[in-house]
């Protein structure tokens, strides 16, 4: 072969290998190009899977976090209007009852105004028979039992028998003189100034000691001091029966009982005497009258008001000695 195409052989055989190797280079380089976006788009996938993940789990808890919100609000919608409805409620029952505390203010206010004119129409010379109906003759009194029933007397209310000026035959006949006694009408001015029914007041003190504990000491002496107190707290009931009894629960004597009392609330009867019964009776128109004193429903003079206590103090010595008042016929 002439030298010339030998060399031109060489040369072509270089230029050959040199394209080899370049492809080669291209080839390798393309490969690591390759695996190397590979590994990038497999480490971004990763990373968008995570955040995916990330973005689920948020969601739940956002999800989580409106349910219970709404949960929340609607429970407290409910509590509010449960209030508001409650408030209501309270508001037309408190409104209930201050219509009807004003009703029974007004009622209450037209019977003091009632009781206040009556007692003011009543003085011991002329008694009101419409404040005092034990006065009546006794056909009249039982007349009245027979149409309206057993009646009921609270203590507080019960018969404060005023006694009537004498007849003309009676002044004839007999007269009863009296003199005031010092000591007595000192303590009973005292106690006027600021009339209450504190024991500690010489005229309390007196009066329990000589009249009020005398007359109200039975031979029950448990159920006694009950009487007494209730006499006291104004809540003693007497009422008459149809069917009488035949032992007093106070005296524990056998008599007929016609009439029975209760203490406050209690449902407990007891019968009593017709003794028993005016015992009870004269304590009673005695704090009757000190009560109509305290409230100022008394319009005498003061002497007036001394002479009334005195005789009420009478009637209680009277009723302890046994002596009562019976209907006749």
């Known amino acids: ?72 609000t609607a429970s407290l919608f409910e509590e509010a209007h449960k209030m508001v409805r409650e408030a209501n409620v309270k508001q037309a029952a408190a409104e209930k009852q201050l219509k009807e505390a004003q009703g029974k203010i007004d ?49 507080a209310s019960g018969a404060l028998q005023l006694h009537t000026e004498p007849t003309q035959t009676d002044v004839a006949t007999k007269r009863e ?31 329990y000691r000589e009249d009020i504990g005398p007359c109200l000491s039975f031979t029950c002496s448990e159920l006694s001091q009950s009487v007494q107190c209730a006499v006291e707290n104004n809540s003693l009931t007497i009422e008459p029966v149809a069917m009488s009894s035949l032992k007093c629960a106070l005296s524990g004597m056998s008599r007929p009982c016609r009439h029975r009392i209760t203490l406050g609330d209690k449902e407990n009867y007891y019968y009593i005497s017709p003794s028993s019964r005016a015992r009870i009776t004269a304590v009673c128109n005695f704090f009757t009258y000190i009560r109509y004193i305290q ?33 006749e016929g």
């Open 177 to 207: 003189d009296k003199e005031l006694d010092s000591v007595l009408f000192a303590e009973f001015l005292s106690w006027k100034e600021t009339p209450s029914l504190d024991r500690s007041l010489a005229f309390i003190s007196r009066v």
């Open 107 to 155: 009622v209450l206010q037209a019977e003091v105004s009632a009781l206040k004119t009556l007692v003011l129409t009543s003085t011991p010379s002329s008694p009101n028979p419409q404040l005092h109906p034990q006065l009546l003759s006794p056909g009249s009194s039982r007349a009245s039992s027979r149409l309206g029933g057993h009646t009921r007397n609270k203590s």
């Open 295 to 327: 409230q100022g429903l008394v319009r005498q003079d003061v002497q007036q008001m001394f002479w009334e206590v005195m005789r009420l103090r009478r009637e209680m010595s009277v009723a302890k000695l046994g002596y009562f008042l019976t209907e």
């Open 1 to 72: 072969m002439p030298p010339e195409e030998e060399e031109e052989a060489g040369a072509h055989r270089r230029e050959t290998y040199n394209m080899s190797r370049l492809r080669s280079s291209s080839l390798e380089i393309k490969e690591k190009g390759t695996e190397f976006l590979r590994e990038q788009l497999d480490a971004a996938q990763k990373e968008l899977k995570l955040k995916d993940e990330e973005c689920v789990r948020l969601s739940d808890i956002r999800n989580q976090l409106e349910q219970e919100l709404e949960e929340l």
